[in-house]
């Protein structure tokens, strides 16, 4: 870990650990893996699968534990509803005092339906068109983080012809090359299309300061998805606060400063952060300078706290490989395909008397890059066994697709021995829902 702050635990806050990957939210018990008081072999009979299920304490305790490490600052927890937008999940972290940090017109009226105050919604994103930017000045959100010098300018004309004036923070670029596992979810070097950099950054507070239209209301920074260190945040922050302090020195003052989301959870027996640390690194400077912390945290909320449970379809041995062929892929969770994401995959019943074998977990989707693990040791299932794929609770729903004209799966959530459907498995109606024309 980093130096200065990082290494001076004496500080005396009272950050109480909290690690984010507290208990198994999916522990195994007599033999059957269980969410809850419920058996996941249950809930697969009776949602059928594939199958979303999440742990609601589980996201809970995750969300708590962010507000409890940051308790002695003052602070606003925006949700990054790209991880996981469903709206009891979003009704359930809103109802616990959570923001949203949305990036689409889309976001907000899910975040706002499911009753997220506006007054603690920031909005990023590279790509705000002039509409999305009305509706989020319509609904009062907390501050737009803004990606680019264009972006800015109509974001002052669209709040001057509404008769408002548009809360504001630049997204910086810190032109750090985040440690986050996948070149798709670096964001903060200079070659990635976010943020604006550090050197035009005061250029443009200033002009903003005079343009009509315009609050400046903080500084923005996110480095990237599933980031394991807390050094790489000090740095980051740091960069901003220096920012904040020429500003401050101009005559212009901020009121928040957002860190942005990315802290990694527990994909494998690796890494997870300690938000009891990151929080001790980074609460003296920021509370040093006056300002309101922002984080969006999204992933280290919901991924730990869902699985995706599949049933084994087939087994089919080709060259050197078997193929133990599920009935979820990559239209269900493409974070193995599209990222080389490692999920671990276990049996959800018993396995004693399976023999191990070096498997490919592989879906129906006619795509040879549709699979959910390459080359795993599992315990080989029979036809008909249910296996959990963990970690699933971000960006596994959030990145479904109809591809290869595969209906949704449905998303239950579960509260000790009461199991909710909250999304509904998709119909083959869905499927064509929308389309016009042929059949007139
Ligand atoms: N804030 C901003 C501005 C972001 O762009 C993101 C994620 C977050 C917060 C939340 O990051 P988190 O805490 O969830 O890591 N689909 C990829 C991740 C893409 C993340 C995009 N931005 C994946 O499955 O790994």
């Given amino acids: ?101 949305i990036v689409s017109g889309g976001e907000l009226y899910r975040a706002t339906l499911a009753g997220v105050a506006a007054n603690k919604i920031v909005y990023s994103g590279v790509g ?22 264009m972006e800015l300018r109509l974001l002052a004309e669209c709040a001057r012809d509404l008769g408002v004036e548009a809360p504001f923070a630049l997204r910086i670029n810190p032109d750090i090359l985040s440690p986050a596992p996948h070149a798709y979810t670096r964001t903060g070097h200079l070659d990635t299309k976010f943020g604006v950099p550090a050197s035009e950054a005061v250029g443009l507070y200033r002009w903003a300061r005079n343009a009509q239209g315009l609050r400046v209301q903080g500084i923005d920074v996110h480095i990237g998805s599933q980031v394991l260190e807390v050094e790489p945040y000090v740095r980051a922050v740091r960069q901003l606060l220096e920012l904040a302090d020429t500003l401050r020195a101009d005559g212009i003052e901020l009121e928040y400063l957002d860190m942005g989301g990315g802290f990694a959870v527990r994909y494998d027996e690796q890494g997870g952060m300690d938000v009891g640390e990151l929080a001790r690194a980074l609460i003296p400077e920021v509370t040093e300078a006056g300002l309101k912390l922002v984080l969006e945290p999204g992933r280290a909320i919901v991924a730990e706290a869902g699985v995706l449970l599949t049933r084994v379809l087939y087994l089919k041995r080709s060259g050197r490989k078997t193929f133990v062929i599920t009935d979820a892929g990559m239209s269900d969770l493409i974070r193995p395909s599209h990222y080389g994401g490692y999920h671990h995959i276990e049996p959800v019943g018993e396995t004693a008397e399976h023999a191990v074998e070096l498997v490919d977990v592989v879906g129906p989707v006619c795509e040879t890059g549709d699979f959910l693990a390459l080359d795993r040791l599992l315990p080989l299932p029979e036809p008909g066994e249910l296996l959990a794929v963990r970690t699933a609770g971000a960006y596994g729903f959030a990145m479904t697709t109809n591809y290869n004209g595969r209906p949704r799966p449905a998303e239950v959530l579960v509260d000790g021995s009461l199991a909710r459907l909250i999304r509904r498995r998709e119909t083959l109606d869905d499927l064509v829902r929308g389309e016009v024309g042929e059949l007139e």
């Fill in 128 to 149: 705000k068109s002039r509409r999305e930017m009305v509706a989020a000045l319509h609904e009062g959100i907390y501050s737009f983080n803004v990606e680019s010098a």
């Fill in 1 to 101: 870990m980093g130096e200065g702050l990082l290494s001076d635990p004496s500080r005396g806050l009272d950050a109480p650990t909290t690690k984010l990957t507290q208990g198994d939210a999916f522990p195994r018990v007599a033999g059957e893996l269980r969410c809850g008081a419920l058996p996941l072999g249950q809930l697969a009979e009776r949602f059928g699968t594939p199958l979303y299920v999440y742990n609601g304490p589980a996201i809970d305790e995750r969300y708590l534990a962010f507000s409890r490490a940051f308790a002695a600052v003052a602070h606003l927890i925006a949700y990054s509803v790209k991880a996981n937008g469903n709206l009891t999940i979003l009704r359930r972290l809103a109802s616990l005092g959570s923001g949203a940090d």
